[in-house]
């Protein structure tokens, strides 16, 4: 009988974390946030809530990431505020309404 053994890849997490599966399941997910920012977005003509949509793939830094996004030019208007209109923030809300931990990335 022939003796064999397994040996793990030590790269097995990192090709997992950067797989289609873990794409496929991230993009679901950014759209589900997408679908709940179209769902409590304010409309006007309804260019900023038709931009809205859920995104994955590898990040700045390599990682899989999943978001959703505005595409309007509007968009920051919207969620951040300008001195004449508070900051309304619909897609962090909507994550978050999902039960999903929004991260802010500051730049300076």
């Known amino acids: 009988m022939a ?3 397994f040996v793990p890849n030590p790269k097995a997490v990192e090709q997992l974390e950067r797989g289609f599966a873990m794409q496929a399941h991230l993009k ?3 759209d ?3 679908a709940e920012a179209k769902r409590i977005a304010p409309v006007e003509t309804g260019a900023y809530r038709d931009s809205i949509e ?3 793939g590898l990040d700045e830094s390599g990682r899989m990431v999943g978001r959703a ?3 309007d030019w509007k968009a920051n208007f919207i969620e951040l505020g300008t001195i004449h209109q508070a900051a309304m923030h619909i897609l962090s809300s909507a994550a978050e309404r999902l039960g999903y ?3 802010v990335k500051r730049e300076r």
């Open 101 to 103: 931990r929004v991260e």
């Open 69 to 71: 996004l505005a595409a």
């Open 28 to 30: 679901q997910r950014a």
């Open 54 to 56: 859920g995104v994955a």
């Open 3 to 5: 003796d064999s053994r």
């Open 32 to 34: 589900e946030v997408a």
